[in-house]
């Protein structure tokens, strides 16, 4: 049932690879976590609906998974590359709060978003200020060799390193993009690993280290966590297109120095064996930015009525190296799509779990493996969902195995969901549940007796009130706001 090859795209080779263990049976794999100076919006979301996924599959095809998500609440600055102030403190001044609250408001609210989603927890939440000792210890191993100081701070010389910014799509070699902010850099892609606060500052975060006072980089902060926790090299590293151009490269160098490798032609050497990149999440009027002042949060959608699962769903509808285009049309098709598959799978809720290989669903297991083998081709798969949900005259343990099988790798929870969980009532609505129930209910009888005009009007009424009654839906919904 798994034996299609799994095979993944690696954004380092650019390549389709088959995935082949560092330790066999074993799957290790590191997510860049969100930096929590902000809300993440559902874009950045995005990045941990693939990583889940990628998650499931690996457990699918049988691989013991250990997965790390950092949260990183120290050190990214406001510009990627090495300009501007660091997030957290920036944001700890303008609202005047201690950056330690800032950061935990900010994780939970993280937090509560990876729960609404379906996504599973990692083995390790690693938080970037429980590494420093940690930082420091691994800056002081590459120091001789690979880095110069600057009053700023230490500095990483990209030229110490064969092949510096290969995973990158654009040209490094003229630093482009970059905004050469620091006085005697070598090469304007050089980067800081420690910065030093600056003479007569004082910073909320700070430690000492041999170059100073100061803070970790950020992209040291994501070297050190995959390495200690997973070991170089280890399997999977994950993230946004937008880490592929300056954040992975960088920690990519860190990594070669640190172990001392050698050229990149061995993927290994860059610590990890493969890279994989989630494409974005994109919106025309382009209020995604956290930075824009008003954006999409997953909050956004569910005070709007709409299931957070509706958005996993939307999500694995596109490829994830495909962008994904947000629209609320789109996400109101998704979460018809999840009603009909909620709908067809209640039917299944008493069936007692029967076995997987009842020969009606062979052909769709064996399909459904190739497709999520394919580099997690999951609107392929979701597509096989659905058939198997579709499937007729055939015993209901059995099919209810067979989705529960498939959901365990799609992760929509479709056995633990029920219609109503589904309809969520949009923030200031003037009406309550019950209200609407109890509403229908008289406008049921009054239909019962021909009194079409009773009907009517309570029709109205609810119309008034922003409730749509919704006769003859096929999908059996009576009312929607
Ligand atoms: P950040 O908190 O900015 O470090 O971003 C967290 C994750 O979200 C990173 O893996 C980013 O690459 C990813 N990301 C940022 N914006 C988007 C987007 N619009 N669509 C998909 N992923 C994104
Ligand atoms: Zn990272």
Not at 189 to 198: E, L, M, S, V
Request: charged fraction near 25%.
């Amino acid at each position: 049932m798994t034996d299609h090859p799994l095979t993944l795209f690696n954004s380092l080779t650019r390549r389709l690879e088959p995935f082949d263990p560092v330790h066999p049976g074993e799957a290790r794999v590191y997510s860049c976590g969100p930096t929590v100076y902000n809300y993440p919006h559902i874009g950045n979301m995005r990045a941990y609906v693939f990583a889940d996924v990628l998650g499931r599959t690996l457990d699918w095809k049988g691989y013991r998974l250990t997965h790390v998500i950092n949260i990183t609440d120290v050190g990214h600055l406001t510009d990627d590359a090495d300009a501007g102030e660091d997030k957290l403190e920036k944001a700890a001044a303008e609202k005047a709060q201690s950056i330690w609250d800032i950061a935990r408001h900010y994780t939970e609210a993280y937090w509560t978003d990876i729960r609404a989603l379906n996504i599973r927890q990692p083995a390790h939440w690693s938080i970037a200020t429980d590494y420093i000792e940690a930082m420091i210890a691994f800056a002081q191993e590459i120091a001789d060799a690979h880095c110069y100081e600057l009053p700023g701070g230490l500095y990483f010389d990209v030229t110490s390193v064969p092949d510096y910014g290969r995973l990158a799509r654009a040209s490094t070699d003229e630093g482009e993009g970059r905004i050469e902010a620091v006085e005697g850099k070598r090469h304007p892609a050089d980067f800081a690993i420690w910065r030093k606060t600056p003479a007569g500052e004082k910073r909320q975060m700070e430690w000492d280290s041999p170059w100073g006072r100061g803070a970790p980089g950020w992209h040291l902060e994501c070297s050190v966590m995959s390495g200690k926790l997973l070991g170089f090299p280890f399997d999977i590293h994950t993230g946004g297109i937008d880490h592929r151009e300056i954040h992975h490269p960088n920690e990519i160098a860190q990594n070669q120095a640190f172990s001392r490798c050698g050229s990149l032609d061995n993927p290994a050497h860059s610590g990890a064996r493969v890279w994989m990149h989630n494409n974005f999440l994109v919106e025309r009027s382009g209020k995604m930015s956290k930075s824009a002042g008003e954006f999409l949060r997953l909050q956004l959608l569910i005070d709007k009525g709409y299931h957070p699962l509706a958005y996993r769903l939307m999500c694995l509808q596109a490829h994830y190296r495909s962008e994904l285009e947000f629209s609320w049309d789109g996400l109101g098709a998704a979460l018809t799509r999840l009603k009909r598959m909620v709908i067809a799978a209640e039917r299944l809720a008493d069936a007692p779990e029967g076995a997987l290989d009842h020969p009606k669903f062979a052909d769709l297991l064996d399909r459904f493996d190739a497709a999520i083998s394919d580099d997690l081709n999951s609107p392929v798969a979701l597509t096989l969902l659905e058939d198997a949900l579709a499937v007729k005259k055939v015993d209901a343990g059995a099919k209810r195995a067979v989705v529960a099988r498939m959901d365990a790798v799609l992760g929509l929870g479709l056995l633990d969901c029920t219609r109503a969980d589904l309809r969520l009532r949009p923030k200031g609505a003037a009406v309550t549940e019950a209200e609407i129930v109890s509403a229908l209910a008289r406008r049921r009888e009054a239909r019962a007796v021909k009194d079409f005009a009773t009907s009517d009007a309570i029709r109205d009424e609810l119309a008034a009130k922003s409730v749509e009654v919704m006769d003859g839906d096929p999908l059996g919904w009576e009312w929607k706001l």
